[in-house]
């Protein structure tokens, strides 16, 4: 099973501020990783496939990259609707994994 | 517009049986495979099974957790998926989500998901 490991766990930021999420994968996965938001009390949202590819209805501010075992999302000029959880998945091997998740809080 | 919505939440014994339902919309859902997620609470995400669509086969994949108590299937002509989930134990307790699972015979990105519907397994 691949494990996918976030990093922050947790990061409190201020509106416009630049944010940067890791996921790590314990083996490479090429790039077939995707990103979500789960804001509180709504369920998750896609808003990245394959590493970087956007999706219609995201706001351009969103942005992924990375390949192999080491991946990004990118959200530039943080606003108050983006305090959520982030998830990244992985669709290489079955079973499909999670990273546990990066919970932001806006100051 | 492309939506699934659950069904089928349910407070449940340890040892108890409940089937949870996924209906599709807005999209050819006979096209697509099915993937369940649940999010025990104040946890993270985690897979539990996935059924192809009928093009590839309609078999089914499930998370080590579960298997051999949980079954998933469908009903292409009522746009509909089923998890039914036997010998129920308390760590299954979480909201289950549906989702299309845009993969064929592999999974691949989730999109959309549904609201979710609670299971709480205790006595």
């Known amino acids: 099973e691949i494990v996918l490991t976030q990093s922050p766990d947790f990061q409190s930021v201020t509106p416009k501020e630049k944010v940067t999420i890791t996921c790590r994968a314990s083996?490479?996965?090429?790039?077939?990783i995707h990103w979500y938001q789960q804001r509180p009390g709504q369920s998750p949202k896609l808003l990245i496939k394959?590493?970087?590819q956007s999706i219609s209805g995201v706001p351009s501010r969103f942005s992924g990259s990375g390949s192999g075992t080491e991946f990004t999302l990118t959200i530039n000029s943080l606003e108050a609707e983006d305090a959520a959880t982030y998830f990244c998945?992985?669709?290489?091997?079955?079973?499909?994994?999670f990273g546990q998740g990066t919970k932001l809080e806006i100051k | 517009e492309v939506q699934v919505a659950e069904s089928g939440g349910d407070l449940v014994q340890p040892g108890g049986s409940l089937r949870l339902s996924c209906i599709g919309s807005?999209?050819?859902?006979?096209?697509?495979?099915v993937s369940w997620v649940r999010q025990a609470p104040g946890k993270g995400l985690e897979w539990v099974g996935f059924?192809?669509?009928?093009?590839?086969?309609?078999?089914?994949e499930y998370a080590a957790s579960v298997k051999g108590r949980f079954n998933i299937s469908r009903d292409d002509s009522k746009s509909i998926a089923y998890v039914e989930m036997n010998g129920l134990k308390i760590e299954d307790t979480a909201v289950y989500y549906c989702?299309?699972?845009?993969?064929?015979?592999?999974?691949?990105?989730?999109?959309?998901w549904g609201r979710g519907t609670r299971v709480i397994v205790s006595s």
């Open positions: 989702t299309r699972d845009r993969g064929s015979y592999y999974g691949d990105w989730l999109d959309p």
């Open positions: 807005g999209f050819t859902f006979g096209d697509y495979a």
């Open positions: 059924i192809r669509s009928k093009d590839y086969g309609g078999t089914t």
């Open positions: 083996q490479s996965i090429g790039f077939t």
């Open positions: 394959y590493a970087s």
């Open positions: 998945h992985q669709s290489a091997t079955f079973p499909p994994t």
